[in-house]
């Protein structure tokens, strides 16, 4: 499968948002290659022992699985990447520890990938970040 951002602005000449675009349109219906790619990637969004991304606007941070708000993630293109170390996984939370609350807690597995990047500085004209999660969508973005 071929993917490419598409940057669109919005708003302002210096916001840009992105998307991530399926642009591979030749695979024929039973092909087992996309399907196999897809599988891959699944299995490696989330890493444990591994810093990840909170690849979303906001990811809740929480003292057990669906419990008690300790904090939000935020990923954008004024504060950056919010990391998340992931010690263990269990069904769909990840433990671990976040570097922008500076604490332990709960995230929802989903939402973690090593799957990003970025370039530059957050807040800076230059900076951009895109992140995908395991089903193959994607979170970016950066300042034009």
Same mark, same amino acid.
């Given at each position: 499968?071929?993917?490419?951002?598409?940057?669109?602005?919005?708003?302002?000449?210096?916001?840009?948002?992105?998307?991530?675009?399926?642009?591979?349109?030749?695979?024929?219906?039973?092909?087992?290659? %996309?399907?196999?790619? #897809?599988?891959?990637?699944?299995?490696?969004?989330?890493?444990?022992?591994?810093?990840? !991304?909170?690849? !979303? %606007?906001?990811?809740?941070?929480?003292? #057990?699985?669906?419990?008690?708000?300790?904090?939000?993630?935020? /990923? +954008?293109? @004024?504060?950056?990447?919010?990391?998340? $170390?992931?010690?263990?996984?269990?069904?769909?939370?990840?433990? +671990? $520890?976040? @570097?922008?609350?500076?604490?332990?807690?709960?995230?929802? /597995?989903? @939402?973690? /990938?090593?799957?990003?990047?970025? #370039? +530059?500085?957050?807040? #800076?004209?230059?900076? $951009?970040?895109?992140? @995908?999660?395991?089903? +193959?969508? &994607?979170?970016?973005? &950066?300042?034009?």
């Amino acid at each position: 499968m071929k993917s490419f951002n598409a940057f669109v602005i919005l708003g302002s000449v210096f916001a840009l948002t992105g998307c991530v675009v399926d642009a591979d349109s030749s695979s024929e219906l039973g092909d087992d290659a %996309e399907v196999d790619e #897809q599988t891959s990637v699944a299995e490696q969004a989330v890493t444990n022992g591994a810093v990840n !991304a909170a690849c !979303a %606007e906001s990811l809740t941070l929480r003292d #057990q699985p669906g419990g008690a708000t300790l904090g939000t993630m935020y /990923t +954008g293109p @004024y504060n950056g990447v919010s990391k998340f $170390y992931v010690q263990s996984t269990s069904g769909s939370w990840s433990y +671990g $520890y976040s @570097y922008s609350l500076g604490r332990w807690g709960w995230a929802m /597995t989903y @939402y973690l /990938t090593t799957n990003y990047r970025e #370039q +530059g500085a957050p807040g #800076q004209i230059g900076y $951009y970040y895109a992140c @995908y999660r395991a089903d +193959g969508s &994607g979170w970016g973005g &950066g300042i034009g």
